[in-house]
Nanobody
Framework: QVQLVESGGGLVQPGGSLRLSCAAS????????MGWYRQAPGKQRELVAQ???????YYADSVKDRFTISRDNAKNTVYLQMNNLKPEDTTVYYC?????????WGQGTQVTVSS
């Protein structure tokens, strides 16, 4: 089992940047594909970005060229660098670890983009 703790959310103006962090309680190296999801009220949780154990990345069309996912296996941490933020990016962001034994979620961190 692994616990995930997100941080880095907050209030930012349109066009601004934030970096989310997700710290895992155990090693993620070679074990977990790591992802960031977001869920707006009344909507389904959607995949924003994912990075596999091998380092392959995937991005939702809505965030391509603005968001970058990365992982530091030595620190058991995954990051989401979010640039050129838009009001429609406002919601709660969740970290996910997906492995052979199952998936795990963090508690979420709020991102609000507003002037």
């Amino acid at each position: 089992q692994v616990q995930l703790v997100e941080s880095g959310g907050g209030l930012v103006q349109p066009g601004g940047s934030l970096r989310l962090s997700c710290a895992a309680s155990r090693s993620i190296y070679g074990i977990y594909h790591m992802g960031w999801y977001r869920q707006a009220p009344g909507k389904q949780r959607e995949l924003v970005a994912q990075i596999t154990t091998g380092g392959t990345t995937y991005y939702a069309d809505s965030v391509k060229d603005r968001f970058t996912i990365s992982r530091d296996n030595a620190k058991n941490t995954v990051y989401l660098q979010m640039n050129n933020l838009k009001p429609e990016d406002t919601t709660v962001y969740y970290c996910n670890a997906e492995g052979v034994a199952g998936g795990y979620w963090g508690q979420g961190t709020q991102v609000t983009v507003s002037s």
